[in-house]
Structures are given as structure tokens and as C-alpha cells.
């Protein structure tokens, strides 16, 4: 990952992709999202909130996409701004959730996203303390209220001046956004672009493994 949280093939630079990145799950439509990913053979990073792990049936649904092959990353624990927080609050947002998620797929988070982009230098060392890669994205569009349709989200998502070789793809667990999936996935890929598989991303966490 580079600096501006794009994606870069070191083997082949000038291959075209994007990474999918999937926040705010797993509430209403994340699961619904990850089998269209599946059908699609392609793979996303889903970030979870602790706030929708609270039920075992919510415990489930995560189990469920992980088991699909989706890696899932940290989004805090109750989404707050890790900026209006305390070092103890920002390490309970954070570390707790990572326990949360071991607890219920086995694996602990490699990829940390803060709620609004916004990290302090606090939750920046925590992450690393953590294991994880610090994200944040290129463009995204669907809480924006000209974009909460499917046509509308899935033709800006695709046709956005932003959009480049490397891009960081934010999207989120919403209704419009689910129905626009798969013509964004398509779309993307009609235009030339492969979408990264996460797990070949480099990470704190599988560098070390491989040093080992």
C-alpha cells in the first residue's frame, strides 16, 4: 500500500486494479453483499463496528462472510471520533473489537480503517502495536443523497474522474449500495480493472509471519 492508501502491484505496476473495501458491517446488508462478491468470484475487505456483534445472531452473520473468504477489518467498536476520545477510550475502541472479532472467527483484524478517516497519533501506533495496516480510501460516494440509488451509485462509482490504477473503493452496509454491487464489480472490470484479493496485500502482520 502506498502512501495515499492506494494499491500497487509491485510485480506488474502497470496491471489496472482497485481494492473493494466494504464499512459499517455487518448490519442490514453486508452478509446479502458478500454472496454477490462470491458469485462474482471477487473479494473485499468488510470493516465491522463491535455495535453489530452484540447478538449471537450478529456473531453468526460475521462468521458467515468470513467462512465466504472475506477478510474483515477493524472500524472501532461504536464508530465514534477517535479524535474526541481519551488514549484509553481510542485503545477500547479499538483493541476491544479486535478481541471481539478473534472471539468469534479465530483470527484477529490486519487492517484498521478509523471512523471519518481520522486518526490520531495514539490509535496510528495502537494499530501498528496491533498488527494492522492503517487504511483509509481513494473516493466513495453512497452516503452522499445524489448517490443513494442503485443507478446512480453504480454509474459514479465507475465513471468518477477518481477513478485510477490503485484506487481504495469505500463503500458501506446500505441497501442502495448492495443493489448497485454487482454493476459496480462488472463495470470496473469492463473498463479494464482486476480487483485485488486482500490477503496479497502487505500487512504487519502476514510481513512478519513471513520473516519468521
Excluded: C
Excluded at 473468504?69 to 485503545?91: A, C, D, M, V, W
Excluded at 465513471?159 to 464489480?185: C, K
Amino acid at each position: 500500500m502506498k502512501s495515499d492508501f492506494s494499491i500497487q502491484n509491485i510485480e506488474n505496476p502497470d496491471e489496472k486494479i482497485v481494492l473493494l473495501t466494504i464499512d459499517d458491517a455487518p448490519d442490514k446488508n453486508a452478509l446479502e453483499m458478500a454472496k454477490t462478491l462470491k458469485d462474482l468470484n471477487v473479494k473485499a475487505i468488510f470493516f465491522v463496528n463491535g455495535h453489530f456483534l452484540d447478538t449471537p445472531e450478529e456473531g453468526e452473520v460475521l462468521k458467515q462472510i468470513h467462512q465466504m473468504g472475506f477478510p474483515i477489518g477493524n472500524h472501532t467498536y461504536n464508530h465514534k471520533s477517535l479524535r474526541e476520545l481519551s488514549e484509553e477510550q481510542q485503545r477500547n475502541e479499538i483493541v476491544d473489537l479486535n478481541d471481539r472479532i478473534e472471539e468469534l472467527i479465530g483470527e484477529r483484524p490486519q487492517f484498521f480503517r478509523a471512523p471519518f478517516g481520522m486518526n490520531t497519533d495514539y490509535s496510528k501506533q495502537l494499530a501498528a502495536d496491533e498488527k494492522m495496516l492503517l487504511m483509509n480510501w481513494t473516493y466513495g460516494y453512497d452516503w452522499e443523497k445524489d448517490y443513494q440509488s442503485k443507478e446512480a451509485l453504480a454509474d459514479i462509482m465507475v465513471n468518477t474522474p477518481l477513478l485510477r490504477n490503485g484506487a481504495n473503493l469505500l463503500m458501506h452496509d446500505r441497501q442502495w449500495t448492495s443493489e448497485a454491487l454487482g454493476d459496480i464489480v462488472k463495470g470496473l472490470q469492463n473498463k479494464g480493472y482486476k480487483i485485488v484479493d486482500p490477503t496479497q496485500i502487505e500487512t504487519p502482520a502476514n510481513k512478519e509471519t513471513a520473516a519468521q
